[in-house]
């Protein structure tokens, strides 16, 4: 059974960080894409960055590039997402997502990823 489960969301102030995590179980994680996404309250859900978990390599969303950074620890099965220089804009419910496919053919695209996590609120005041 696949779970996904992100933490460390919560609110901080414009220009603030935050640090999210997403344990994952239940599927091959050295060999699979794994993204976070976000959704503001009447926006579609959007895609943030993504990660190969096998060669490490990454992919930003314009909006984040430069501000956010994903990670991963492999032993740990653990996906991580550093975001410094919070914008109110950036408020929104932050999902973890993994597909065994390549990052080559998922992207950034949601409808694309098999898993989800629950998601963890992230709140950014002005």
């Known amino acids: 059974q696949v779970q996904l489960v992100e933490s460390g969301g919560g609110s901080v102030q414009a220009g603030g960080s935050l640090r999210l995590s997403c344990a994952a179980s239940g599927f091959t994680y050295g060999s699979s894409c794994m993204g976070w996404f976000r959704q503001a309250p009447g926006k579609e859900r959007e895609g943030v960055a993504r990660i190969s978990t096998g060669s490490g390599t990454t992919y930003y969303a314009g909006s984040v590039a430069g501000r956010f950074t994903i990670s991963q620890d492999n032993a740990k099965h653990t996906l991580y997402l550093q975001m410094n220089s919070l914008k109110p804009e950036d408020t929104a419910m932050y999902y973890c997502?993994?597909?065994?496919?390549?990052?080559?053919?998922?992207?950034?695209?949601?409808?694309?990823?098999?898993?989800w996590g629950q998601g963890t609120q992230v709140t950014v005041s002005s």
């Open positions: 997502a993994a597909d065994p496919q390549l990052c080559l053919w998922v992207g950034l695209v949601p409808s694309k990823y098999r898993y």
